[in-house]
């Protein structure tokens, strides 16, 4: 099974500890559009027009400055960079072993800067989204898009591809022949603040039973116990499933 998830916005970092090594990240073909793009980032940001060519307000100064030493900045585990909603509902430091151990597998961040890593990739933290268009590179999506095509089909194997991305980082790699018919976008009714926190709740949930399943139905065995679901086939070949995903717990709350 392969996970795919959207960075966040908010990023943790700390004060001490070793730089970012490119080279050192998974996927390691991809360490030298990895290099490009953290050079032209660093060059950008140090631009008084920063602000505007990253689409981010003048006012994240701190942020943007943290863009022009990321060669030196601390770097500590994907999983403890990108927080926010998603990541809360996770969890990835409270999962049990075994479930960690499958998440550390299954679960690979789809990233503007590094292109994708694992939990366990030591990364630093930056501000740079999918849709920006990178001076040096061009439209970030459109950069990734042949890189990924080369690691990412590989890791499906023959399980589901879980694509819990946004349309902004999902521009980035489309499932292609065989692989599209095992892919499954999540959707969640509701604010996006829900669709986050419910997407990372069923990231949690697939890695805790680990029931690495072949058949896009099966899924709803899987999540049925603690999810209100529905699954729509693809609305034409290379589209992908959608599943309608809405947490039990949730669904009890709003209408108690």
């Known amino acids: 099974m392969l996970i795919l998830l959207p960075p966040s916005e908010s ?7 070793r730089p970012v090594d490119p080279g050192t990240l998974s996927f390691p073909e991809l ?3 990895r290099r490009a793009v953290l050079d ?3 060059k950008v940001s140090a631009h008084p027009s920063a602000a505007e060519v990253l689409g981010v307000s003048p006012n994240l100064t701190a942020e943007i400055a943290r863009n022009t030493v990321l060669d030196s900045a601390p770097s500590l585990p994907a999983s403890r960079v990108y927080s926010g909603v ?8 409270s999962l049990d072993p075994a479930a960690k151990r499958r998440a550390n ?3 690979v961040v789809v990233s503007a800067l590094y292109g994708a890593v694992r939990p366990t990739d030591a990364i630093a933290p930056y501000r740079l989204s999918m ?14 898009k042949p890189e990924l095509a080369q690691v990412l089909p590989e890791l499906a194997g023959r399980g589901l591809v879980v694509d819990c991305r946004s349309s902004t980082y999902a521009a980035a790699w489309t499932p292609q022949g065989a692989l599209a018919d095992r892919w499954v976008q999540v959707r ?4 996006t603040h829900m669709a986050k926190h419910t997407r990372g709740l069923v990231t949690r949930h697939l890695c805790q039973v680990g029931r690495d399943v072949r058949r896009v139905p099966q899924l709803l065995d899987v999540l049925d116990d603690a999810f209100e679901v529905a699954l729509t086939p693809p609305e034409r070949p290379g589209r992908p499933w959608v599943l309608d995903a809405t947490a039990r717990a949730l669904t009890s709350t709003t209408t108690a």
Not at 11 to 17: A, D, N, P, Y
Not at 86 to 93: K, P, R, V
Not at 136 to 144: E, N, R
Request: net charge positive; glycine share 16%; hydrophobic share 45%.
């Open 11 to 17: 990023k943790t970092g700390r004060s001490r500890g």
């Open 31 to 33: 360490t030298d559009t």
């Open 40 to 42: 032209a980032v660093a």
């Open 86 to 93: 998603l990541y809360d509902a996770l969890g990835h430091a």
């Open 105 to 107: 597998r299954w679960v």
């Open 131 to 144: 849709a920006v268009n990178l001076p040096g590179i061009g439209p970030l999506a459109g950069a990734w």
């Open 188 to 191: 969640v009714p509701g604010a």
